[in-house]
DNA sequence: ACCTTAAATAATAATAATTATTAATTAGAT
DNA sequence: ATCTAATTAATAATTATTATTATTTAAGGT
């Protein structure tokens, strides 16, 4: 896999860094520190959560990874493609939705915001997974 | 002010959970809980800060205000309108956005998800206020 | 292949944020 | 005025995150 190829001057290519990275982008969510750490263990046993911390922040500032907005607990994602998320209020499962329409829509009404400089956008749709519903049903 | 007046059967209304609703409609912005904290402290010196996270997570589940999604500490707001946030990435300053366009756009695009029931949408806008571009800059 | 060195790691301590516990107080009903 | 479930204050406990530091290591130069 291409690895931590940024515009980096002095980055090293550690088996922890990689296999966070790696974890990830294989994952397809929105892990925890919590669930990375436990993720990556099967490989690094002896890896130190305070390094998974260090590792998400730095993945995260090189725009290799996101941090993503939720209340509570920090999540990241390897997911780069600017998209949307959808949320249950329920379990709070979060989902990925791409829109390029909506992105555009977003940008657009952002390049008219004044104040401020705009880099991004995305917008949280939140409800109830099919799963929580069943269960408040009968 | 018009107090608790939702669908209630037993919501006692105490000077803590007046003074916190009261505080938050006049703060008119998205204070942490330690914000909420100090803020009422001048009228009530000897609350809990347990009783402020008590409240805020109490009038949240009353619908009387809002917890907002940011990185980090947990933030409320008095502001009930279906809005939009923009964010400075710099500062972590967070201004509210109205657009009806955008939330009708939002909310339509959120009629066509299925998998899901979408109660409410809403967009952030990532970017650099004046005053942190100011700094940047020379 | 060996040296050097800045960067990264593991282990752990410290801090900050949040939740749980419990005895005392109180708003609102009777 | 009395009653009682809800609320509160104080504080302990738990989680989440950041800081510290001695040790290890990746990568570049010889
Ligand atoms: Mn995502
Ligand atoms: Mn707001
Ligand atoms: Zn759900
Ligand atoms: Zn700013």
């Known amino acids: 896999m291409d690895g931590l190829n940024t515009s980096a001057k002095t980055i090293k290519y ?31 046993s002896r890896i130190s959560k305070a390094t998974v911390y260090n590792n998400l922040r730095f993945l995260a500032e090189k725009e290799l990874i996101k941090e993503v907005n939720t209340k509570g607990v920090s999540r990241f994602e390897a997911n780069l493609v600017t998209h ?25 009404v952002a390049s008219k915001i004044d104040g401020f400089k705009i880099e991004s956008t995305d917008t949280n749709f939140y409800g109830y997974c099919n799963k929580c519903r069943r269960k408040q049903n009968g």
Request: charged content about 30%; aromatic content about 8%.
């Open 14 to 44: 550690t088996n922890q860094r990689m296999e966070i990275l790696k974890f990830l982008r294989e994952f397809n969510g929105h892990p925890t520190v919590d669930d990375v750490y436990e993720g990556v263990k099967c490989k690094l």
């Open 84 to 108: 949307h998320h959808i949320i249950c209020l329920e379990c709070g499962d979060i989902k990925d939705y791409e829109s390029e329409e909506l992105t555009e829509y977003s940008l657009n």
